[in-house]
């Protein structure tokens, strides 16, 4: 069956029966059955068919995206399943670079070389991208920065930090402002997360346009050390840079102090897996 969706999508690129063929090394007739097959099984049409032309449907445009899952599900499975022959389980963590790079790293790499038995997979993902896979039990557990609604997870904290505004040493801005003041410096806007952006919206004027955005925290450190601006950034992730001078932190004077959470979200069904529990007894 997976072979259909392979050959429809390979149609969806060449939409032409005979160079699909050729693509797949099987003859013409094969890429027919494979396609009337499918359009058989979902009772769709799924192309327009004439002598001279090929043309996707309505309904065949909408499978493209399920096509693509089903392979990724199929190629994801037959890993698991390789893996499975090595290990005795894997341990499948989404989690945010920056998140990673200053706080979890430790743990991981401990988890890796303390348990030999179990292999890792680590996914680089936003928390909104990580719920999804939970839910979907595409990871065992994620590290997030709201508590979801579903009951398929279990949530616990994991440690609290807060957004603070940084500049280079040598950018020329006072080390204590009033948020007035925010408008006469260029910002460089981290676009991370939801609560984050609420709070920013705000802490910054209204009539805020940024000039330069960013949605990767290890990118936006890196251009504040360049010296195009300044940036809030999370405290974790600039501790080093703080300590060592490379930044100065800017107080703002009439904003409160705040503070944020990073959750530990865990597949309820996968909790009780004890690859997972392992993995907890590191954090705590």
Partial sequence: ????????????????????????????????????ELEKQLDVKLFNRSNRSVELTSAGQSLISYAKKMIELEKETIRKVQLHNKFRDCLSIGIPNSVFRERMSPVIYDFYHQYPEFSLDLKFFKTSEQLKMLVENDLDIGFVSRIPSTKKLKVMPCFNYSWILVSRLD?????????????????????????????????????????????????????????????????????????????????????????????LAINKNREQSEVVQNFITLLK
């Fill in 171 to 263: 950018y020329d801005i006072p080390v204590k402002i009033k948020s007035s003041d925010l408008l006469k410096h260029d910002i460089v806007y981290n676009n991370q997360n939801d609560e984050y952006n609420e709070w920013l919206s705000q802490v910054l004027p209204h009539d805020f346009v940024p000039r330069l955005t960013l949605n990767s925290t290890s990118q936006l450190i890196d251009y504040v050390k360049r010296g195009l601006g300044c940036a809030f950034l999370p405290n974790y992730a600039i501790s080093e840079e703080l300590i060592n001078g490379t930044f100065k932190q800017i107080q703002i004077a009439d904003i409160k102090d705040n503070s944020f959470s990073i959750y």
């Fill in 1 to 36: 069956m997976i072979e259909n969706y392979k050959t429809f999508l390979v149609l969806t690129e060449t939409m032409n029966f005979s160079k699909t063929a050729d693509y797949m090394n099987v003859v013409q007739s094969t890429v027919s059955a494979r396609i009337n």
